[in-house]
Each structure stands twice: as structure tokens, then as C-alpha cells.
């Protein structure tokens, strides 16, 4: 990932601004994610107070994130074809984007898999670095966790009610003691990715601060710091259960090393460094010949681990001695995303090319597809726990949704106006969270599941 924060976040003000396509339509002058206050608007720029929308609203003409679109001077397609030339996609390798067209599987659109449930005004959904949105995990179809500024926060789609669960703006500090932990704890954290499972919340930072908290207890049981390298952000958590039952947690950060934690004994059990010469990965770009670990992804078998980073080639890992089974070719830019599919056999990878490529880690030899994106980077991916679907998230505007059991074929393509600082899947299959991060329409969008009957939503 980026190494200069400064250079990230001055792009970042170019990549979230929304174009200036009429003087007086609503966006103008607006920066998407960025205010001059705290406080997020409630009002549109026509005084409008902007209102959560539900399944009913959306079927009676309301659009889902209350733009009142009738009463401005340019239409929602105007708008997203707009959107469509003018947003810049980030790239550290030039032109990769169009490099990687022609090798693109065409995919019908027109697929129905969830349908829109609600959109909630209340949840802020926010990102503090541009290349990083993982932060919004479901643990349930009821409840979501998200980053919202410092705060952490649960909501409830049942209830309708949200809750802080841990806010890192002050000082935070383990409540228990454990070895190896930092009692000291840490102050202000910046928070740049999140993982969340079961009973279980870890949250990474900007220094590479590690906050673990159990949902179910009080304050917080572990805190530590990955390393005190200047390069040190935390790119990518992932928990997981090892084949004895134990829960273990990985942590990828960008000064080349991945770490894996127990947190049954709250103690640092492998780091893998991948240090390599820049003649073992052609096409590096910049001075660090180091491939970053910018996203890991662990096999459902917990044998084989994805990385992928600040290198177009991935490779696959053996998961207990961190050697490299394999280069991953075929990408053109750096990758950020990555997810395996349940059956242990397929698994994705999102690259700022614009492409998702899925893999056949039986045969690595090509990818069994290559997906493309409309705007931007592949940001995010996820695979429902059944198999049966395939997510995957650009910066902006778009989430698509793969038949993943029929070949990647079919698509539902899941528009709206926003950065996206993550998206996650209900255990059950049952719901798709959409974080959606935006000065004025910043919220949280909900799908559910289509089924072959439907359900009466009248008295939601």
C-alpha cells in the first residue's frame, strides 16, 4: 500500500470528489467523506432533514439513499454516467486499469440475489485510509459492526438501535493481564482495519496498534503493537479457529510481515517476513523491493495462506512454515483484497487494475476468470458461507454480486453514490451490509437475501 500518508490523503481528496457537472446541482463543491465540522449533515443542500429509507419506501419511487433527485437539475443516470468519466482510479502502475480489459470475462447483469431492505442514515460508515475498507463485519443478519470516526459501533437492524462498543479517541488500555500484552495501551488510534467473529472484535491501526476486546466482556483484554518499523499500518486482520478448536487471529501489516496470533494463551505464535529481491518479482515499481502484505487471506483448511500487497504478483504460502508454494500472475497493479471460498479450493483476489480474479489453487497456472470493476480498484471481496455468492466491493458506487456457483456468469450489480469502507455478508447468507461513507449521505445499506416467496415488510 501507499507508504506516504501525506501523498495518500491528498490524492485521497481528489479520489472522493464528487464532479462538478452543474453549478447548482446538490454535490457541488462537495467532497465525499471530507467535513469542515465533526458533525456529519442531516439537511441536504436543499434543507431537506434526509430520512432512513426501507424496502417499502424504495417501491413506492423513494430513492434508496433519499437523494431527492426530482427536485434537482440533473437525473440519477446523468449523474452516474458522470461519475462513470470523471472519477480517477488510483493506480501505482500507470494505465493498468486499461491494460487489463482484454482479458476480461464479459458477465450478464440482471442477476436478483438481494433485494434492498433498508438504508440507515444513523450509521456513519467512515475510512481513514483510501486503500483499506475492511471495516464493517455482520456476526449475525441482525447485527454489523462498523468504524464510525474513533468510535466502534454495533447496530442492530433488529431493534433499530445502535451502540458504542468501543471508542479509541481517548486513552485505551487492557483491563486484563496477559503476557506480551502492552499495558500501557494506546491513545487516539487511529483504526485502518477491523475484523470481527463470533464473540470476538480486533481492531488494527495506522502505528500497528493491535486492540483485541471480547464482545461479551468489559473492557479490553489485549493490546499490542505488530511493530515500531516507521512503515508499520495494519493492513488486514483475519480471525479464524485452528483444526483444534482454538482461536487464532492473523495480522498483516506493511512493513513486509504477517503475524499470527492465539488468543487462547494471548501470545504471538509465527511471523512470516517476506523480504525478497527485486529480481524474484519483476515489474516493481518504487524503491522498496519488498512485496507488503496488503491483504491475507487463510484457507478454510488453514493449510495455505493468499497474500497479496505492494507487487502485481500474489503468491501462495504454506500457512505453517510461510514458504512460497506459488506466484500468483497475472494482475498488472497492486492488490489489496482477498478471500478464499468455502470449499478451500477457489479464491479471489481485487487489484487496483480494476480486475477480481478468481483462482483454482489445484491448477494456478491461469485464472478461472477475470472480473472487472467499473470505476476503480477492487477494494473488498467476500464469499457467502454457503458458496453460492461472490461480492466484491470498488472504492465507490459499486458493489457486484457473482453467481459464483454457476461460473462467475451472472452478476447483480448494487449501485448508489459513496466511497465504500466495507461490505460483509451475514454468517447465515441471509443479509449483505454496504458501509457508505459521505459527508451528507454516509449510512448503511442492507440487503436481503430473495428467496422463492417473499416477505410482507408493511409493518417494518
Excluded at 500507470?94 to 442514515?121: D, I, L, V
Excluded at 456476526?139 to 445502535?162: A, G, P, Q
Excluded at 455468492?389 to 465507490?396: D, G, H, R, S
Aim: charged letters at 25%.
Amino acid at each position: 500500500m501507499s507508504q506516504h500518508e501525506g501523498d495518500e490523503m491528498d490524492y485521497a481528496a481528489d479520489d472522493y470528489e464528487m464532479a462538478e457537472v452543474d453549478e447548482d446541482m446538490y454535490f457541488r463543491g462537495r467532497v465525499v467523506g471530507y467535513s469542515e465540522s465533526d458533525d456529519d449533515d442531516e439537511y441536504d443542500h436543499l434543507d431537506n432533514k434526509i430520512t432512513d429509507t426501507s424496502a417499502a419506501d424504495a417501491r413506492k419511487g423513494k430513492d434508496i439513499q433519499g437523494i431527492p433527485w426530482e427536485r434537482l437539475s440533473i437525473s440519477r443516470d446523468k449523474y452516474k454516467q458522470t461519475r462513470l468519466e470523471q472519477y480517477k482510479n488510483y493506480e501505482n502502475i500507470q494505465h493498468s486499469g486499461k491494460g487489463s480489459e482484454k482479458e476480461c470475462k464479459p458477465t450478464k447483469k440482471g442477476g436478483a440475489y438481494y433485494e434492498f431492505w433498508r438504508n440507515t442514515r444513523s450509521v456513519k460508515s467512515t475510512i481513514l485510509h483510501f486503500q483499506l475498507r475492511n471495516l464493517v463485519w455482520s456476526t449475525s443478519k441482525h447485527d454489523v459492526y462498523l468504524m464510525s470516526h474513533f468510535s466502534i459501533t454495533h447496530w442492530s437492524s433488529l431493534s433499530c438501535k445502535k451502540t458504542e462498543v468501543l471508542n479509541v479517541s481517548g486513552h485505551v488500555a487492557p483491563s486484563e493481564k496477559h503476557p506480551g500484552s502492552l499495558l500501557e495501551g494506546f491513545t487516539q488510534t487511529q483504526v485502518s482495519t477491523l475484523a470481527v467473529r463470533d464473540r470476538l472484535l480486533i481492531a488494527g491501526g495506522f502505528q500497528g496498534e493491535l486492540i483485541c476486546k471480547y464482545l461479551d466482556r468489559s473492557g479490553v483484554c489485549f493490546c499490542s503493537r505488530t511493530t515500531y518499523d516507521d512503515n508499520a499500518i495494519t493492513n488486514a486482520v483475519e480471525i479464524y479457529d485452528t483444526p483444534s478448536g482454538a482461536t487464532h487471529f492473523m495480522a498483516s501489516n506493511n512493513d513486509c510481515g504477517i503475524r499470527d496470533f492465539d488468543m487462547e494463551r494471548f501470545q504471538l505464535t509465527k511471523h512470516f517476513s517476506f523480504p525478497w529481491p527485486v529480481n524474484r518479482y519483476h515489474a516493481i515499481v518504487g524503491n522498496d523491493p519488498h512485496l507488503t502484505g496488503g491483504h491475507t487471506s487463510l484457507s478454510p483448511d488453514g493449510k495455505f495462506l493468499v497474500i497479496v500487497g505492494d507487487n502485481p504478483e500474489g503468491i501462495l504460502v504454506d500457512s505453517q512454515t510461510g514458504k512460497t508454494i506459488t506466484p500468483l500472475c497475472g494482475h498488472l497493479d497492486f492488490s489489496f483484497a482477498s478471500a478464499w471460498h468455502p470449499d478451500g479450493n477457489i479464491f479471489a483476489t481485487g487489484n487496483q487494475d480494476k480486475t477480481c480474479r478468481v483462482w483454482d489453487a489445484r491448477n494456478l497456472s491461469k485464472s478461472v476468470a477475470v472480473l472487472k470493476g467499473n470505476l476503480g480498484a477492487i477494494r473488498s471481496i467476500r464469499f457467502t458461507s454457503d458458496g453460492r455468492f461472490m461480492a466484491m466491493a470498488e472504492p465507490a458506487d459499486f458493489v457486484h454480486v457473482y453467481d459464483a456457483k454457476n461460473g462467475y456468469e451472472m452478476e447483480q450489480e448494487i449501485d448508489f453514490f459513496g466511497e465504500i469502507s466495507g461490505v460483509s455478508f451475514s454468517p447465515d447468507t441471509e443479509s449483505l451490509f454496504i458501509g457508505v461513507w459521505d459527508r451528507t449521505y454516509g449510512s448503511l445499506l442492507q440487503y436481503n437475501r430473495r428467496r422463492n416467496h417473499s416477505y410482507l415488510d408493511s409493518l417494518l
